[in-house]
């Protein structure tokens, strides 16, 4: 059986000095958590500004420049394809691939408070421990990533298909009725769409099934209930989700965070 350490690596960095050209063969998640600067990208000029997430795809030269007194508090985390595979949900995986084309992508706001303490909460440097630990760290990534997924929502990870905007209005669809139940017969009638075809196209559009794309959003709103809501009920905020089965919802929701709703709420909660 194959064995991995498993392994988490990101930076906090204070700049105030321009540095060089340069790339990496990963994917760079640049959380800017204050200051003002600007981050070259190719030919591309990005302002840092309090709460702005610049996602950097592998082989891409950037640079960061800094006028006097300007400076800039950064979190830095490394995302590797083999990190994709193993720790980012499948919709978060397929939005990183269809982004390798783009050099960059941006996204201003964390929306949520929590969500800016969440990103400072990453651990610096190159975090070894066991699976538990490292997922944990992971869950964190995945659900900034998912606060600011409409930087990526327009771009397929498969690439076009011969339904690219009907599946783009499936995702939009889905979105806005996460508490409500999900049957793939209606949904395909909403669309004027057959089942087989439905399913067919969206798993080419999306890389993932119907049900592990409303999963996935759905944990993502309910860790998010979880750390911004006042008494942090997990029971609502499963709800609140879409999920009518707790034990379900506790299972899926460790599985893709690396620990129970209690102690992510522990852990993360104001």
């Not at 991995?4 to 690596?9: A, D, G, K, S």
């Amino acid at each position: 059986m194959y064995n991995r350490v498993h392994m988490f690596w990101s930076a906090r960095l204070e700049l105030n000095e321009s540095t060089e050209w340069h790339s990496h063969e990963v994917f760079e998640i640049v959380f800017c958590i204050s200051g003002t600067g600007s981050l070259m990208v190719e030919n591309r000029c990005l302002n840092l500004t309090s709460d702005r997430l610049i996602l950097v795809v592998p082989n891409t030269s950037h640079r960061f420049l800094f006028e006097n007194r300007e400076s800039a508090t950064l979190k830095i985390v490394c995302v590797t394809s083999q990190d994709q595979a193993l720790y980012l949900s499948p919709v978060q995986a397929a939005i990183l691939e269809s982004l390798r084309s783009r050099g960059c992508v941006f996204s201003d706001g964390f929306g949520i408070p929590v969500l800016r303490e969440l990103a400072q909460s990453i651990p610096e440097g190159t975090v070894v421990g066991d699976r538990r630990e490292v997922l944990t760290v992971w869950g964190i990534v995945s659900l900034l990533l998912a606060s600011q997924a409409g930087a990526c929502d327009d771009h397929s990870p498969y690439g076009l298909t011969r339904h690219r905007n009907k599946m783009e209005q499936v995702c939009t669809w889905l979105n806005e009725h996460l508490n409500d139940e999900m049957n793939l017969d209606e949904i395909a009638s909403t669309f004027a769409l057959s089942r087989s075809l439905l399913t067919r196209s969206f798993r080419q559009y999306t890389g993932t099934s119907i049900v592990e794309y409303v999963n996935s959003r759905r944990l993502e709103k309910a860790a998010v209930l979880l750390t911004s809501m006042a008494d942090g009920n997990i029971a609502h905020a499963a709800m609140e989700s879409g999920f009518s089965n707790l034990s379900h919802f506790h299972r899926l929701f460790k599985s893709t965070y690396g620990l129970t709703p209690a102690e992510f709420r522990r852990n993360f909660s104001n």
